[in-house]
């Protein structure tokens, strides 16, 4: 149980583009997702939570302009890096739980590479 | 300011040894402690920790949390080249999961 799938799970792309990634929870609904970035052996950031059929909260120094989340549902939950850039580059990871206190699972993440 | 601390930052041991992983946390509104464990993609989850001294295990896995002591501890016994792989600890205080840098393990045949 508590399956997260992520996809795409690889993006190369032109500087300039706008990428969309999606999660979903595909055995528990999800109220609440979260989306991550790291970079090389680095450890996770959090860059926005959300909760399905809100805004989500960004956290400080992430532009909300620039990664687009939606929650629509209780089982998806979308990032779209819009006019995305070289520096974007880097491995973005959703994850999502049911319940406050429940342990939050993780989709495989997406690599990007803007070229 | 909210942290978390893990150590050692990195570790090599060969196989069958036992490791203990060590996680301190400094954080407000704390809920649970949780492990997961990290390869080449995204994290895997271990354990969710509520209570003091109440150890948990998962087959050569075990994981205890002190509350007052704001430290939990991993613990991989006999270990195994799979095991090889980053450790994450992470407070969860309801609305914020906060994670440290990890304890990087590699288990050698």
């Known amino acids: 149980g508590a399956v997260v799938s992520q996809h795409p799970s690889r993006v190369i792309c032109k500087s300039g583009t706008s990428v969309k990634i999606e999660c979903r929870s595909l055995?528990?609904?999800?109220?609440?997702m979260f989306w991550y970035r790291q970079f090389p052996k680095q450890s996770l950031m959090l860059m926005a939570t959300?909760?399905?059929?809100?805004?989500?909260?960004?956290e400080q120094g992430v532009e909300k302009d620039k990664f687009l989340i939606n929650h629509a549902s209780l089982t998806l939950s979308t990032l779209t890096v819009t006019s995305a850039h070289p520096e974007d580059s880097s491995f973005y990871i959703c994850?999502?739980?049911?319940?406050?206190?429940?342990?939050?699972?993780f989709g495989d993440g997406t690599r990007l590479s803007i070229l | 300011e909210d942290k978390v601390v893990q150590s050692p930052l990195s570790l090599v041991v060969h196989e069958g040894d036992t490791v203990t992983l060590n996680c301190s946390y400094e954080?407000?509104?704390?809920?649970?402690l949780l492990w997961y464990k990290q390869e080449k993609k995204a994290p895997t989850f271990l354990f969710m920790l509520t209570s003091s001294g109440i150890e948990k295990k998962s087959g050569r896995l075990s994981s205890i949390l002190d509350k007052k002591e704001l430290f939990s501890i991993l613990n991989i016994t006999a270990t195994q080249t799979g095991d090889s792989a980053v450790y994450l600890c992470?407070?969860?205080?309801?609305?914020?999961?906060?994670f440290g840098t990890g304890t990087s393990l590699t288990v050698i045949p």
């Open positions: 055995d528990f609904q999800a109220t609440t």
């Open positions: 992470t407070p969860n205080t309801g609305n914020q999961f906060y």
């Open positions: 954080v407000t509104n704390f809920r649970s």
């Open positions: 959300s909760n399905e059929g809100s805004k989500a909260t960004y």
């Open positions: 994850s999502a739980r049911y319940g406050g206190n429940q342990p939050q699972h």
